[in-house]
């Protein structure tokens, strides 16, 4: 069963966080967590306190730091022995082009139908729709990614940070034909089967 938790800036709302809670298999003092910061390898904005504060609110949801496994982008990974893939923001398009090089969005569509947990926030959050196109506005294309295809396991077009970006949406929703899934900030949406 996929168990999908979008985000902007991760799990902050009390809510969010008992939707997060019922979707666990197990206690979350032994939840391992694969905590993926690609996108933000890709950001050339040398300021990234953000990931600190967002690292942060994986540790308010009582996920022990000792099971928490930072990735950057080794090919050699095993998706399956992880409770939870935790997919941070930074440049869209940076993502999709090393996910898909390294055929680590194969290994991640797999997990995700295996039944791992997948949290994504913001350009993570982007990737699971049909295209990252939406990215464009705010994210720079330094790496020339030409396939703005994303992983199209969540059916539509995903956009974080909606609250600042009203204008966008409007415009997003007359250009294409498909659902908009926005996402506000401190807050998100959970997707089961």
Request: neutral net charge.
């Amino acid at each position: 069963m996929k168990k999908i938790v979008l985000t902007s800036c991760g799990i902050i709302d009390k809510k969010l966080k008992e939707a997060f809670y019922n979707l666990l298999n197990k206690d979350v003092n032994k939840i391992k967590l694969l905590y993926i910061t690609i996108a933000a390898d890709g950001e050339k904005d040398t300021d990234k306190t953000w990931m600190e504060k967002e690292y942060t609110t994986i540790l308010d949801l009582r996920i022990k730091e000792k099971n928490i496994t930072k990735f950057h982008c080794e090919e050699n990974i095993d998706f399956s022995t992880y409770d939870v893939i935790y997919m941070i923001g930074g440049n869209t398009f940076y993502l999709l082009k090393e996910l898909k090089e390294k055929n680590l969005d194969k290994k991640i569509i797999q997990a995700i139908n295996n039944g791992v947990i997948y949290i994504g926030s913001s350009a993570g959050s982007i990737i699971l729709g049909k295209t990252i196109e939406t990215a464009l506005p705010y994210d720079e294309n330094w790496v020339n990614l030409e396939n703005f295809k994303g992983l199209n396991i969540v059916d539509g077009i995903i956009i974080p940070h909606a609250n600042r970006k009203q204008e966008f949406i409007e415009e997003t929703k007359k250009k294409y034909n498909d659902k908009i899934i926005e996402l506000y900030d401190n807050y998100g949406i959970v997707i089961t089967n």
